[in-house]
Nanobody, 122 residues
Framework: QVQLVESGGGLVQAGASLRLSCAAS????????MAWFRQAPGKEREFVAV????????TYADSVKGRFTISRDNAKNTVYLQMNSLKAEDTAVYYC???????????????WGQGTQVTVSS
């Protein structure tokens, strides 16, 4: 089992930056790819970004490429999502997830956090 707790969400204006954090506990953090998903009101949850166990590989949704950066610190059991140039359409609940890289890209990770709200005002 892996427990995931997100933090760092909030209300910001369009164009601002925000950094989300996800702290993991339980099984070995470095044994999992880590990812961020988001769910906007009235929409399905969607993939945002994933980072491999060793940070060598990352994949981003087209909608956030060039604006968001995923990173991890295996010594701190934490994954981050740096979000720059935020837009109103980035408003959503952001979820941290853990599993294999392939399983994350398939949208079916086993482990999820409870989410943190990000609201971007235009």
């Amino acid at each position: 089992q892996v427990q995931l707790v997100e933090s760092g969400g909030g209300l910001v204006q369009a164009g601002a930056s925000l950094r989300l954090s996800c702290a993991a506990s339980g099984r070995t953090f470095s044994g999992y790819a880590m990812a961020w998903f988001r769910q906007a009101p009235g929409k399905e949850r969607e993939f945002v970004a994933v980072i491999s166990r060793s940070s060598l590989n990352t994949t981003y949704a087209d909608s956030v490429k060039g604006r968001f950066t995923i990173s991890r610190d295996n010594a701190k059991n934490t994954v981050y999502l740096q979000m720059n140039s935020l837009k109103a359409e980035d408003t959503a609940v952001y979820y941290c997830a853990a599993d294999s890289y392939r399983t994350v890209l398939d949208g079916k990770p086993d482990y999820w956090g409870q989410g943190t709200q990000v609201t971007v005002s235009s």
